[in-house]
């Protein structure tokens, strides 16, 4: 509508000359010139309008409110002004303060009211600690939909009431997993030693450290001494490095700025020939690697032969790319899986192998992700 309103006026501007009706193709000719610069700046605009989203206000816009900007007749400087004193930037800018004060602690203590849990965060996490400011303690929502859509199909039940949590991080899903009741117990493997420092101290800030087993190690299908790779904003982005695959995928989150440890690693595989722990009464097992998933799967071929249980993993084409664990990835769903689920507003909506292999592709540059819980054969 806008572009036509333009198109109509600058119509007018198209010379006359007197006596002389211009043949209609040099008409045609000069309207779809009018028609292309037209759109040529409203691109424009609209890339602008998306940045201006993207970098004052931190987040993605909504279709609808680019649209609305469009209808204005702002100039640059008029459009920038306008996001700086909305009342949206303002509030943001008071958490960004906020945030600045809370990085100079060491740690931030918060609790989880719909399920009576307390969670400590480190003060320079600005992800997970946001959503639990914000009242929305982070992927709780996720894991009480997926455990009751799994207790509905009575697929966990007394019998098997522990907990296995890869890449527990802090271990704030093992305590919302046992504070829903649904677990008595919980396995955390986490190599990470200041993400290791918050799960230890979590657990006894929820008098569950006599319920939840502490491992310090990363799960692949490596063992022994690796480098750990660790955002400096966000503690649940901390990922196995190989230098070798390092440079397969591109710095689509500023990787280079990521500081570093060395970690111990294990197998599942491992794990199980050294009875490290009991994996009969495992219900559920949870994952989250950054990526790295894949290489769990490689690691736990005989592991995954004896257990047959739900298997809730993240699915980050992105991450699973610059380790290069695709194929392992796909494999293991392949032979495992005899169903995939993911949930959409608070719904199941069931995976088949086209959906999975294509948002793979789809999303290898992206940085989306996606949550899966697997079905086993």
């Not at 193709?25 to 989203?53: H, M």
């Not at 009211?113 to 600005?126: H, N």
């Not at 799960?199 to 008098?207: A, I, R, T």
């Amino acid at each position: 509508m806008m572009l036509n309103r333009f198109v109509n006026k600058l119509l007018f501007k198209i010379p006359q000359v007197k006596g002389i009706v211009k043949e209609k193709k040099q008409i045609q000719f000069e309207y779809q010139a009018i028609v292309e610069e037209l759109q040529v700046q409203e691109t424009q605009r609209r890339d602008f309008i998306t940045f201006l989203y993207q970098k004052v206000l931190q987040r993605e816009p909504q279709e609808s409110e680019v649209k609305q900007w469009l209808k204005t007749n702002y100039n640059n400087q008029q459009l920038l002004d306008s996001f700086l004193n909305s009342e949206e930037y303002q509030e943001l800018n008071k958490k960004q303060v906020l945030f600045n004060n809370l990085a100079n602690l060491p740690g931030v203590i918060t609790k989880a009211e719909t399920i009576d849990a307390y969670i400590a965060y480190p003060g320079s996490d600005r992800v997970q600690l946001n959503f639990a400011l914000n009242g929305k303690p982070f992927q709780l929502d996720d894991l009480l939909e997926c455990l009751d859509f799994l207790a509905a199909k009575a697929l966990i039940g007394s019998q098997r009431n522990c907990f296995l949590d890869i890449g527990a991080n802090i271990g704030s899903t093992s305590i919302f997993a046992l504070k829903s009741k649904y677990f008595e117990q919980a396995i955390c493997f986490e190599p990470s030693q200041v993400n290791y420092q918050f799960l230890l101290w979590n657990s006894q800030l929820n008098s569950l450290h006599d319920k939840i087993q502490c491992l310090k190690y990363g799960v692949a299908n490596v063992t022994g001494e690796q480098e750990l790779i660790r955002s400096p904003n966000d503690c649940g982005d901390f990922r196995l490095n190989f230098a070798s695959t390092q440079a397969t995928n591109n710095d689509l989150f500023a990787e280079t700025t990521f500081t570093s440890e060395k970690v111990n690693f294990t197998t599942l595989d491992h794990l199980l020939a050294n009875k490290t722990f009991e994996i009969d009464n495992i219900g559920v097992i949870w994952i989250d690697c950054q990526g790295s998933e894949g290489l769990v799967f490689a690691g736990g071929h005989n592991f995954f032969q004896q257990l047959s249980v739900p298997i809730h993993t993240e699915f980050w084409p992105y991450g699973l790319k610059r380790l290069n664990c695709q194929e392992q990835y796909f494999d293991f769903l392949n032979n495992y899986g005899k169903a995939f689920v993911r949930f959409v507003n608070n719904q199941p909506q069931y995976l088949d192998w086209q959906y999975l292999t294509n948002y793979y592709e789809q999303n290898i540059s992206t940085g989306k992700v996606c949550n899966i819980l697997i079905l086993p054969n």
